[in-house]
């Protein structure tokens, strides 16, 4: 067996390593947080807004 | 939501991670690029000889100014992920926004396919040259594309971090080659002298040249993608743009100078990797292996920053249900559009399954001049609707309207460039987005946030 015949099982096994890790880790996510949480970014606002206001509210 | 949500977070909802600069909007926008300067753009030059692809490049290059200069002023004030998506849905209407969407998916997605598939013809060259004669790529293809999904999952700044590295590297190697074949010593090292025939088929050739021209710059405007994930847009978007697009010009002139002055155009029109043949050229075994090198890392870092840019254009039609809104979820810890990420990966594989590597890039490159037609429109309702003065803008780009008038009239000119070589393709991707914004307006439209996708605050158009 050749080292490029080596090679290319390895490759196919890393990809399906990280591929399944991929899929695992969303499937986990769905389960553990709810759906409204993952979906509550909004475009136009960010958290560095945010921070920015709540420390310009605790000034105040 | 979950306490665990909230506690992890330490709030209440979820952002794409602010963490980006301008050097990393520069790796975006270059590295998705540069990939066209070590292949491709030679076939400009079997079209319209060398003199004729070196008009195509910079006639093009004019395109992509405009691209970028247009694209800098618009994404300094729309500041979110999806890029011209959101910009069309905020400036024209929601079935452009929904085409232009559709534009960038498919263009970055069957681009990335293509860099995998160059990373795999790279590998099987490698291969054979050892001796093997049996190598099968695709192990390689997936590999790749599996990596770079992995980074794009867990998170945006190690991805453009990575990115500007090796895009670093394989600008690098494009300028230590010039200097390696000593440009200065004419009938020496180079022989513009010789090998520079006129045009071989008129001017024709040279709009036939314009298509291919397109290889050189494909891309930049990607920088956009980026804008929700930049510590500050009006800044980091146009700086990061104009000095990618600085950066292509440059390699893109370097690029035609060394191999139009040391292949004859007839080889170099049909060349799969002509930089690294006229690397060979020279003799030089470091030259050779840097140059294998550069080709790698430009196929690697285009097909990376191609997996960052469809996942959030496909992430931002998600969020304002233009697609189903499970594409529209953030990742709460590494703060990426994962699923938008995972969904696309087979989608990236089946292209490049199909080995059609000219194809690919055809309707690439269609769909990317698609969005170009689109940005010339866009701009003048732009300025139209919102006049200088009315809303901050990080950037103003000079001499409108001639910029957007320019852009429409270069991209009439590589449809019918386009037209001449691949009138067939040009029509059935239109046939496709016609059909899907008839799928759009009867069905999907109905799904649509209509009022809450508009979320900048800007005043009311002038006009309305």
Not at chain 2, 308 to 323: E, H, K, L, T, V
Request: glycine share 10%; proline share 4%; aromatic share 14%.
């Amino acid at each position: 067996m050749s080292i490029w015949t080596i090679a290319s099982y390895a490759a196919w096994a890393i990809s399906a390593l990280l591929l399944g890790w991929m899929l695992f880790d969303l499937i986990r996510v769905g389960a553990v947080y709810g759906e409204d949480f993952l979906m509550s970014a909004r475009e136009g606002e960010d958290e560095l807004l945010q921070e920015a206001e709540e420390e310009e509210g605790g000034r105040k | 939501m979950s306490t665990a949500a909230t506690a992890e977070s330490g709030k209440d909802r979820l952002f794409l991670l602010k963490v980006l600069g301008p050097i990393h909007v520069w790796a975006l926008g270059v590295g998705i690029v540069l990939v066209g300067e070590y292949m491709g753009w030679n076939f400009s030059v079997a079209k319209g000889g060398a003199l004729g692809s070196l008009i195509a490049c910079w006639v093009i290059g004019l395109l992509y100014t405009c691209v970028a200069m247009i694209d800098s002023e618009v994404t300094s004030t729309v500041a979110a992920a999806g890029g011209q998506y959101t910009q069309a849905k905020h400036i024209i209407g929601p079935l452009m926004a929904f085409n232009v969407g559709l534009y960038l998916v498919m263009a970055y997605t069957m681009l990335e396919a293509a860099d995998a598939l160059i990373v795999g013809d790279l590998l099987t060259q490698l291969a054979e040259e050892s001796g093997v004669t049996d190598f099968n790529a695709q192990a390689f293809v997936v590999l790749t594309i599996a990596i770079l999904a992995f980074m794009n999952y867990r998170g945006v700044l190690m991805t453009l971090s990575v990115n500007f590295l090796i895009t670093a590297v394989a600008f690098i190697a494009i300028i230590v080659m010039f200097f390696g074949i000593s440009p200065w010593n004419e009938g020496v090292t180079i022989f513009h002298g010789d090998l520079l025939t006129g045009l071989p088929y008129g001017w024709i050739g040279v709009v036939a040249a314009l298509q291919f021209g397109m290889w050189y710059y494909l891309g930049i405007e990607g920088t956009c993608q980026a804008a929700e994930e930049v510590r500050s847009a009006g800044r980091s978007i146009p700086l990061g743009t104009m000095c990618g697009m600085i950066t292509l010009l440059i390699a893109a002139s370097l690029t035609w100078f060394m191999a139009s002055g040391l292949l004859p155009w007839e080889y170099l029109g049909q060349a799969m990797v002509p930089l690294y043949d006229t690397a060979r050229m020279t003799g030089s075994p470091m030259l050779q292996t840097l140059l294998f090198v550069g080709t790698l890392f430009a196929a690697v870092a285009s097909a990376n920053g191609c997996i960052n840019d469809a996942s959030r254009a496909w992430f931002s039609m998600g969020r304002d249900r233009y697609m189903p809104t499970w594409f529209g979820a953030v990742h709460p810890r590494y703060r990426t559009p994962f699923r938008s990420i995972v969904f696309l990966i087979p989608i990236a594989v089946s292209f490049a399954f199909t080995g059609l590597l000219d194809q690919v890039i055809t309707f690439s490159i269609l769909s990317g001049l698609l969005g170009y037609t689109f940005m010339s429109i866009n701009v003048i309702k732009f300025r139209r609707k919102w006049p200088l003065g009315v809303i901050d803008r990080g950037y103003v780009h000079p001499f409108h309207p001639l910029p957007a008038l320019m852009l429409l009239t270069l991209c009439t000119a590589t449809y019918f460039a386009t037209y001449l070589g691949y009138g067939p393709q040009l029509l059935s991707i239109m046939v496709f987005y016609i059909i899907a914004s008839i799928w759009f307006a009867l069905h999907r439209y109905k799904y649509v946030a209509r009022g809450d996708q508009f979320t900048m605050t800007w005043p009311r158009p002038a006009g309305y």
